[in-house]
């Protein structure tokens, strides 16, 4: 008896397509995988928006104890000195008797004088911070901190007195003192204050600026 099996043996044409197309298959997976794998990379490499999100602060939500703080160290930066001069004479009119009774003082006054803002006083509830990032800060308005006579170089240049007096001993110190008022005059005159306002408005501003912030506003009260 003869038995007849019905699976015959693949032809070389047949043998050779199947090989073609396993080869094929295999192309085109491995290309999918390396197409996945530059997608991914594409994805993995940070993008100019990402690097400036990554490089800008976070976003202030308060000002805090910290800022305050530091906002208060740029008190030596916020003053302003004047160094003035002045020649002031001050002394009694006896009329017809000056010769006799008269007394007279000529003094050269030199005194520096400083103005600023307290920052020392600058408190939290100060700032006031808008959901866009501007800053309004209200600082006190400046004030003159110091008057410091030049001793060495404030001096009497001349003092006349009648033949019949010995002159009054509160003479000078007065004149002293009126001294002390001109040359502090002077300095406001020269706008002195509002040089310190704007010196604390800037440094104040590029500090909270530098921050991150997005604009600041400085007020004074009244």
């Known amino acids: 008896m003869t038995v007849h099996d019905t699976h015959q043996a693949p032809s070389r044409s047949t043998l050779l397509t199947f090989l073609v197309g396993a080869l094929l298959a295999a192309v085109v997976g491995v290309g999918a995988m390396v197409a ?10 940070p993008t100019p928006a990402d690097l400036v999100a990554a490089l800008a602060p976070e976003p ?21 000195e004047m160094v003035e001069f002045t020649i002031v004479e001050k002394g009694t009119d006896q009329g017809w008797l ?3 009774r008269g007394d ?12 600023g803002v307290d920052l020392a006083a600058v408190q939290t509830s100060d700032f006031r911070l808008s959901d866009d990032g501007v800053v309004t800060v209200t600082l006190p308005h ?3 901190q110091y008057v410091d006579v030049d001793e060495e170089a404030t001096q009497v240049i001349d003092r006349q007195k009648g033949l019949l007096t010995k002159g009054e001993p509160q003479l000078e110190s ?23 306002e704007e ?20 007020d004074f009260d009244g």
Do not use: C
């Not at 104890?65 to 008190?75: G, H, M």
């Open 36 to 45: 996945s794998g530059v997608s991914q990379l594409v994805d993995a490499v």
């Open 60 to 80: 202030y939500e308060k000002i805090g104890p910290v800022v305050v703080e530091s906002v208060r160290d740029l008190a030596s930066l916020t003053t302003v």
């Open 98 to 100: 000056e010769w006799a």
């Open 104 to 115: 007279r003082v000529r003094l050269m006054a030199v005194a520096a004088i400083g103005a």
């Open 142 to 144: 400046a004030e003159l």
């Open 174 to 196: 007065e004149t002293r003192r009126l001294a002390d008022t001109i040359l502090t005059q002077s300095a406001l005159d020269k706008g002195i204050l509002e040089q310190a």
């Open 199 to 218: 010196n604390a408005s800037t440094a104040i501003s590029n500090f909270l600026l530098g921050l991150g912030y997005s604009r600041v506003i400085v």
